[in-house]
């Protein structure tokens, strides 16, 4: 059984950039949320999905920041003009229902030039 | 906001030593996950508490939940280097939207 997965891996953006950060789900989940950790810092909730649906956004920042999770493919993760201070290992997680368990992909670790 | 203390930060330990980890909360939670992280990787789940006062095992690794679900222990008996990593606990809101995570433990055990 495949879990979490995330592409890619590893993501170098300059400056003003576009980054576009994907996640497909353990087969069966329908519920996908977005975490971004800081260098030696912990886990932050960004947004909670489920399919054609945001659900929970409280710790996505206002701007520059969106995430989709459509119909069919996977969730995206989307932050336009990117600066310094979005370099950061971003992880989604999924779950078949909430509350319940999450599942972590490997993340993708975002550096910005 | 619902915030979650993890004590202690940093814990260095000689192989076949004993440790507890504390994960500390003014709040309630539903449920209360422990994962470890290694570098590079994402945090893979170690085991989910969810009834107050319950106590889990895995192997050399003991996991309770406190009785009125604010707090929560990971307990390693006979530490090995393979056990080194940073070990999370993360908690769900009443609404099991989100996790709220601790900072982290970061454990070394040297051989």
């Known amino acids: 059984n495949a879990g979490v997965m995330q592409n890619p891996r590893h993501l170098v953006r300059r400056r003003g950039q576009e980054a576009r950060l994907r996640c497909s789900p353990v087969?069966?989940?329908?519920?996908v949320y977005w975490y971004r950790q800081l260098p030696e810092e912990g886990l932050k909730f960004m947004v909670y999905?489920?399919?054609?649906?945001?659900?929970?956004e409280s710790g996505m920042p206002k701007e520059r920041f969106s995430a989709e999770f459509p119909k069919e493919g996977p969730s995206i993760l989307r932050i336009q003009q990117v600066v310094r201070g979005d370099s950061a290992a971003y992880f989604c997680?999924?779950?078949?229902?909430?509350?319940?368990?999450?599942?972590f992909g490997p993340g993708t670790r975002l550096t910005v030039l | 906001t619902q915030l979650l203390e993890q004590s202690p930060q940093f814990l260095s330990i000689q192989e076949g030593e004993n440790l507890t980890v504390y994960c500390n909360s003014s709040?309630?939670?539903?449920?209360l996950q422990w994962y470890r992280q290694e570098p590079g990787e994402g945090p893979v789940l170690l085991v989910t508490?969810?009834?107050?006062?319950e106590v889990k095992k895995l192997k050399r690794l003991t996991f309770q939940f406190g009785d009125a679900r604010k707090d929560s222990s990971l307990h390693i008996t006979a530490a090995q280097p393979g056990d080194t990593g940073l070990y999370l606990c993360?908690?769900?809101?009443?609404?099991?939207?989100?996790?709220?995570f601790g900072g982290g433990t970061r454990l070394m055990v040297k051989p």
């Open positions: 508490v969810v009834t107050g006062g």
């Open positions: 999905l489920q399919k054609e649906n945001i659900i929970d």
């Open positions: 997680a999924s779950s078949r229902g909430a509350p319940d368990t999450q599942y």
């Open positions: 993360a908690g769900h809101n009443n609404a099991g939207n989100m996790l709220t």
């Open positions: 087969k069966g989940h329908s519920h």
């Open positions: 709040s309630v939670f539903s449920s």
